[in-house]
């Protein structure tokens, strides 16, 4: 079965800096950074498959595609973790809610 290309990713030069610049900032979720690198990587000049990514990455060529897709459609914004449904959690120091 051949495989599906993925879409092209053209990064702008002020994504590939705020992309550089999430990945060296001590505050960034490590979440965040991991999804920065492969936008980074998706967006190099020799066009790597989704498959090339996953196998440098260490993760599959589904997660690839996953943020891929979510980046050309909401940019940056789209790497951020989405809102989860139902109550949120809450924290209480002394250990009774």
């Known amino acids: ?19 550089q610049s999430l990945t060296r900032a ?20 020799d066009r790597p498959t989704d498959m090339r990514i996953a196998a440098e ?5 589904r997660t690839v595609g996953l943020w891929r897709k979510r980046f050309l459609a909401h940019g940056i914004a789209g790497l951020q973790d989405a809102p989860r449904s139902g109550k949120p959690r809450r924290f209480s120091p002394l250990g009774s809610d």
Do not use: N
Not at 26 to 45: D, E, K, N, T, W
Not at 57 to 61: D, H, I, V, W
């Open 26 to 45: 001590h505050s960034s979720p490590q979440a965040l950074v991991f999804r920065c690198r492969l936008i980074l990587r998706a967006g190099a000049s």
């Open 57 to 61: 990455m260490y993760c599959s060529r």
């Open 1 to 19: 079965m051949p495989l599906a290309l993925s879409r092209s990713l053209v990064l702008t030069t002020d994504q590939k800096l705020r992309l």
